[in-house]
């Protein structure tokens, strides 16, 4: 959402370059910049609401997906000891655990 986020920036940017000509305006002039910039801000708030909608619904996807790429940065690290196996810190137990045999159940 950089470019969102840079784009808003930057009309915050005119915005305030606005209020700054607004100083050397007539009256009339003002009153009608400052209808036209209260619109603008309020749309500026709506599109920022929005990204902070979509930057929290994108925080809760990863954070559901944490589960599953929790253990990926500990195989990166240990990719270096080149024992040719990718030992995770998780629980390596299920890499341990014996084949499933017909009628074995409830054995384990």
Sequence with gaps: HT???????????????RVAHLEVST??????????LAQDLEVLHKREE???????????????????TSP??????DLPTRQGVFQ??????HLASPPIVEGDWGQN
């Design 3 to 17: 470019r969102e986020k840079m784009a808003l920036e930057a009309e915050i940017r005119t915005l305030k370059e």
């Design 27 to 36: 009256a009339e002039e003002k009153g009608r910049e400052m209808m036209l």
């Design 72 to 77: 990926l940065p500990a195989v990166v690290v």
């Design 88 to 93: 995770t810190h998780s629980d390596p137990s």
């Design 50 to 68: 929005g990204m902070q909608v979509s930057m929290s619904l994108l925080r809760r996807q990863v954070d559901r997906l944490q589960p599953y």
